[in-house]
């Protein structure tokens, strides 16, 4: 099965409010990332918070890691219409070239004005 | 200026046919991929590239064909178009591997196999 399995799978706010996405994994990592896909473009990184880091922030955006549950989740604060859009975790592992960074399934979220 | 292009955006084509993609990085990156992205936006590594040389490979049939002829550029070759190629490939690019650094991904090429 894959790694990096988002949830929800899609989730509908206002604009204002804040917005919960998480993230579970099923083996170690050595880091975990989350980007955003606006509709129509490609991926855009966000944070990557490696596996000896508890929390990381950037501007409105907050990303935790919880080693012992396998899990992370990606907090938006005073979410905006411009927010919308889909956000995938990644998994980074062990291992150097070889290894893959695998991709969830995404959440889909859609900010009302 | 555009950190990771790729061409062209979109590509219609009929099955049996042959066709390319290119993609091109100015950040400097060593090592680059190329992404398969399906209808459930599900995206799934095909290719990476060090230096331009294969690193990964992963199961993907052998009509698709990457090309690297420097480490700013890897192409992908597709043989004899299948229905089931029709997604949107990715190309993206990174400073490290994939799996230890943040991957810069270009705009994506939408592939229709008619």
């Known amino acids: 099965s894959q790694q990096g399995e988002e949830d929800p799978q899609a989730l509908s706010i206002q604009e204002g409010e804040n917005a919960t996405m998480n993230c579970s994994y099923k083996?170690?990592?050595?880091?975990l990332q989350w980007y955003r896909q606006n509709s129509g473009r490609g991926l855009v990184h966000l944070i990557l918070?490696?596996?000896?880091?508890r929390e990381k922030h950037s501007g409105r955006l907050r990303v935790t890691l919880d080693t012992s549950k396998k899990s992370s989740s990606l907090l938006i604060t005073a979410s905006r219409a411009a927010d919308t859009a889909s956000y995938f975790c990644a998994k980074g592992g062990y291992g150097g070239a070889t290894n893959k960074l695998i991709f969830g399934t995404g959440t889909l979220l859609a900010v009302q004005p | 200026d555009t950190a990771v292009s790729q061409t062209p955006k979109y590509l219609v084509t009929q099955m049996g046919n042959d066709k390319s993609i290119k993609c091109e990085q100015n950040?400097?990156?060593?090592?680059m991929y190329w992404y398969k992205q399906d209808s459930k936006k599900f995206l799934k590594i095909m290719f990476s590239y060090n230096n331009k040389e294969l690193i990964i490979n992963e199961t993907v049939p052998n009509r698709f064909s990457p090309k690297s002829p420097d480490k700013a550029h890897l192409n992908l070759h597709i043989n004899s178009l299948e229905l089931g190629d029709s997604a949107v490939y990715f190309c993206?690019?990174?400073?490290?591997?994939?799996?230890?650094?943040?991957?810069?991904f270009g705009n994506g090429t939408r592939l229709t196999v008619t």
């Open positions: 993206a690019s990174s400073q490290e591997g994939g799996w230890n650094s943040p991957l810069h």
């Open positions: 083996t170690s990592i050595n880091n």
């Open positions: 918070i490696r596996s000896n880091e």
């Open positions: 950040l400097g990156h060593d090592t």
